[in-house]
């Protein structure tokens, strides 16, 4: 039987009019009560709060740091097309051989002195060094046909850390993932960070590596030579020929010299007056009398580069002529061989299976002096058959000057005799015997001169081996000796 203690229904009826009166007072905060009474719910709001302050602070971090790196550095970017990219990491290469040479030099007695031994040593041990660095490799083919290897040791792909005067750079050397169709190269990029108040020091660092280049390119003559629509350096620059070693015709030479340099004297005459400002040259005549190498020791003569571009190459179409004439180098003398191919033309194969060239009669014209032609342009054609060549390839304007270079005449004959033995030739006995000789060969007019340097060569400071060996020249360029 069920016992009923005295009050308790009053007991229990008191707190649930205590309840109702605090829900309805205020029944967001029992509600807050409950939620935050309850482990559950306080630990996976707590982990929300916290990653939402973690982002919204690593975002506010960001987005300072972007504002800092705009507000305090600077990046300067070169691609690997521009030209100053390898001067940049040939200077970065030998910036860092001269630190480490000064490292070697500040051990020595004389340098180790109190003040300026212990600091200079300091500083140059906690400056950056390359660590990772890539080796470049070139050839370089001597006289007697052999070849030498060079190679360097340049940065490598990734980030290095320079130290240029009291300025910390960073360098990162990047490879994309793309390259370039027609080279197959891929595409780089070398981007150079600093203080934004020192930015200055990339106007430093560029001047002296353009002066490097310049250094290192000097007293040679650069070779230009067409890969797809660029010119490309072809192997390493070559040192430059003196004009004195090619012997041409009495006069000849200075004829062609005097007229080019009045030609780059004139430029303002031509501008002045709307003539379009070109030069163009043809050399014409045998193989062997000295075309291509007249051009190369001009070039050299006048601290020119030579671009060379064989109009019988198999590929070179008109369009592609005429584009790699309107982005030749600066102070470049181009050079197109063969030029009577585009007048021999052949589109069906002949015995070889070879087509012949595909560059036209009116696309060698049009890139000459056509609408779109280029200006500020000297151009030298060569050709072993000029009467294969057109008139209207050789009027003013597209050929201003032509020039027959032939077989070796009497006085170029003598002139080679002395180039190679007026040393031990002292009283020219020796040359006015190998002049009857050769005359009675009837080598005079009939030979090349690049035959007669051949044979000087083989015969180096042997005057008897040479007249000797005139008659075997001789037979073997259809000669008979009339003894």
Known sequence: ???????????????????????????????FSQLTSNPFFTAGFGLA????????????????????????L?????????????WLLHWMTRYQRAQLMGDRLST??????????????????INPRLHHLQIQ???VSRPDGASNTHFALVPGHGRHILRYGGSFI??????????????????????????????????QIFTEAHQLAQQMQEGKTVIYNSMGSDWKTFSQPKRKRPLESVVLERGVKEKITEDLQAFLAARTWYLDRGIPYRRGYLLYGPPGTGKSSFIQALAGHLDFNIAILNVSERGLTDDRLNHLLTKVPPRTIVLLEDADAAFVNRRTPGEDG????????????????????????????????????????????????????????????EQLWDRFYADIDVDGEGRRRFMTRVKELGLVNAISTAALQGLFLYNKDDIEGAISMAEGLAASHGHVDVR
Not at 74 to 86: M, P
Not at 369 to 381: H, K, M, N, P, T
């Open 170 to 203: 960073m360098v990162n050397r990047q490879r994309e993932k793309a390259f370039d169709m027609a080279s197959g190269t891929p595409f780089e990029t070398i981007t150079l960070t600093t203080l934004y108040s020192q930015r200055n020091v990339f106007e």
């Open 49 to 72: 709060a916290l990653a939402t302050g973690a982002r919204i602070g690593q975002k506010g971090f960001r987005q300072g740091a972007d504002l800092l790196r705009r507000r305090m």
């Open 137 to 139: 490799t070139a050839k």
């Open 354 to 413: 070879y087509a012949g060239a595909t560059v036209t009669f009116s696309g060698l014209l049009n890139a000459l002096d056509g609408v779109a032609s280029a200006e500020e342009r000297i151009i030298f054609l060569t050709t072993n058959h000029v009467e294969r060549l057109d008139e209207a390839l050789v009027r003013p304007g597209r050929v201003d000057m032509t020039v027959c270079l032939g077989e070796a005449t009497e006085w170029q004959i």
């Open 74 to 86: 600077v990046d300067l970017e070169i691609t690997r097309h521009d030209e100053s990219y390898q």
């Open 1 to 31: 039987m069920a016992q009923i203690t005295p009050g308790a229904p009053q007991d229990a009826s008191r707190q649930l009019s205590k309840q109702i009166e605090i829900g309805s007072g205020d029944g967001i905060g029992s509600i």
């Open 108 to 125: 020595l007695p004389e340098n180790n002195t109190l003040q300026r031994g212990f600091l200079s040593l300091l500083i140059r041990r």
